[in-house]
C-alpha cells in the first residue's frame, strides 16, 4: 500500500467521497512517476489510460519531461496525443519500448489480463509485448478472482469474413465453461463494431473458469479467422490499483 488518495481540490469537511473516475486517475498519476525524460513510451488506450496520456502531456508542456517519444494503441490515443503535443512513432521505428502504461478490464490475482472492451486490443498487446516494462492502471473494481470472473467479455479480434462461422468455433471450444459469443455492435442499428484494423470483435462469455490460461490461449489463437484475443498472459511488469484504501503497487 502507498498511501491514502489525496482530497479532491474542493475537499469539504466531512469525508471525501472519490469516485470511480478519481482512482482511475490516481493510478494513472502514479504510473507517470515511473516516467523518466528520453523514454518511448506505449501509450495505452480507455478512460484510465487517457488520465495517464494527459498527465504526460501536461509534464512535457511544463518542461518536466523532455525527448519522450509516444507509441499510440490505438487512433483514438494517437489523437489525443497529437493534441497534447506528445512526439508520436510507431513499431517499426522503434521495436523496443521502455515503458507502456495502459488501463485492463481484468487482472487475475497472478497479473494475467483482459483487455480490449475498449477495442483496441491488437494495437495494445503488440506495442505491450515487447516493453521493457509494462505498468497496469485500474481501479479495485477491475480485480478479479479468475479471468472471466467478472462475468463480463472476453473480447476476440477476428477477420470480418465469415465472423458467424467463427464465432460458433470459439464458442464449441469453451462449450465446458458455458461460453456463449456476441458480435459486439454500435449504434441503434446494431451494425458490427470495427476496430482500428478493420476487423470485427466477437466478445466471449463464460460462466466458469476456463482453466489453464495458456490453453486457452493458444486453442484460441489456432483457429482461422482469430486475429487475437484479450487475455494478456504474463505481460504486465507492475499493477497499480487505486480504491477506497488508496494506491496498491503489485508486481511480478
Ligand atoms: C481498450 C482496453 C482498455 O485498457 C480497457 O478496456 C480498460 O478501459 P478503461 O480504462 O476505460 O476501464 O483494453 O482496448
Given at each position: 500500500m502507498v498511501g491514502p488518495l489525496l482530497a479532491?481540490?474542493?475537499?469539504?469537511?466531512?469525508?471525501?467521497?472519490?469516485?470511480q473516475d478519481d482512482f482511475k486517475k490516481a493510478a494513472a498519476y502514479k504510473a507517470v512517476e515511473f516516467v523518466?525524460?528520453?523514454?518511448?513510451?506505449?501509450?495505452?488506450?480507455?478512460?484510465?489510460?487517457?488520465?495517464?496520456?494527459?498527465?504526460?502531456?501536461d509534464l512535457l508542456r511544463q518542461g518536466k519531461l523532455k525527448d519522450i517519444v509516444g507509441i499510440p494503441t490505438s487512433k483514438k490515443t494517437y489523437d489525443q496525443a497529437v493534441s497534447l503535443g506528445i512526439p508520436l512513432s510507431d513499431l517499426d521505428s522503434h521495436p523496443v519500448i521502455d515503458l507502456a502504461i495502459d488501463g485492463a478490464d481484468e487482472v487475475d490475482p497472478d497479473l494475467n489480463l483482459v483487455k480490449g472492451r475498449g477495442g483496441s486490443l491488437l494495437r495494445e498487446k503488440m506495442v505491450e509485448c515487447v516493453c521493457k516494462k509494462f505498468i497496469v492502471i485500474v481501479d479495485e473494481s477491475k480485480l478479479v478472482d479468475f479471468i472471466g470472473g467478472s462475468g463480463l467479455a472476453m473480447p476476440v479480434e477476428v477477420v470480418p469474413y465469415c465472423w458467424k462461422f467463427t464465432a460458433v468455433r470459439l464458442q464449441n471450444l469453451f462449450k465446458d465453461s458455458?461460453?456463449?459469443?456476441?458480435?459486439?455492435?454500435?449504434?441503434e442499428n446494431g451494425e458490427p463494431y470495427v476496430?482500428?484494423?478493420?476487423?470485427?470483435?466477437?466478445?466471449?462469455?463464460?460462466?466458469?473458469?476456463?482453466?489453464?490460461?495458456?490453453?486457452?490461449?493458444?486453442?484460441?489463437?489456432?483457429?482461422?479467422?482469430?486475429?487475437?484475443?484479450g487475455m494478456f498472459l504474463d505481460m504486465a511488469t507492475t499493477v497499480i490499483v487505486a480504491g477506497?484504501?488508496?494506491i496498491t503497487i503489485k508486481d511480478k
Open positions: 479532491p481540490s474542493s475537499a469539504p469537511l466531512s469525508p471525501p467521497i472519490f469516485t523518466h525524460s528520453g523514454m518511448v513510451l506505449g501509450l495505452g488506450t480507455g478512460s484510465t489510460a487517457r488520465h495517464a496520456v494527459d498527465r504526460i502531456g458455458g461460453c456463449v459469443t456476441k458480435l459486439r455492435t454500435v449504434g476496430t482500428d484494423n478493420e476487423n470485427y470483435i466477437v466478445d466471449l462469455y463464460f460462466n466458469k473458469d476456463i482453466g489453464d490460461l495458456k490453453v486457452a490461449s493458444d486453442r484460441i489463437l489456432r483457429l482461422a479467422g482469430v486475429v487475437e484475443h477506497e484504501l488508496g
